[in-house]
């Protein structure tokens, strides 16, 4: 059973700061493959940032430039650091696999922007 852990969430202002972590367990699970997804009011799941095996990584064109994707492989964490949040940024932050199929989603983190 994979477990996926996302915390680190807050409310925060304008032009602040967050850093999330992404805590995974599991029999057989790799953390080589693995995003980030936000999920703001009343819309659907998107794909924030995505790392890849050789530490390419991917990202939305709405956070390029502000968020950076890392990872730990020792502690099976990922991380998304967050740098000059925009309201637009606010929503339930969850990890799961960079691509289809995923695992069981995690209970998600929430981050708010506003002043």
């Known amino acids: 059973q994979v477990q996926l852990v996302e915390s680190g969430g807050g409310l925060v202002q304008p032009g602040g700061s967050l850093r999330l972590s992404c805590a995974a367990s599991?029999?057989?699970?790799?953390?080589?493959?693995m995003g980030w997804y936000r999920q703001a009011p009343g819309k659907q799941r998107d794909l924030v940032a995505r790392?890849?095996?050789?530490?390419?990584?991917n990202y939305a064109d709405s956070v390029k430039g502000r968020f950076t994707i890392s990872r730990d492989r020792a502690k099976m964490t990922v991380y998304l650091q967050m740098n000059s949040l925009k309201p637009d940024d606010t929503g339930v932050y969850y990890c799961?696999?960079?691509?289809?199929?995923?695992?069981?989603w995690g209970q998600g983190t929430q981050v708010t922007v506003s002043s």
């Open positions: 790392i890849f095996p050789n530490d390419i990584a």
């Open positions: 599991g029999v057989i699970f790799s953390i080589n493959e």
């Open positions: 799961n696999k960079a691509l289809p199929p995923y695992t069981s």
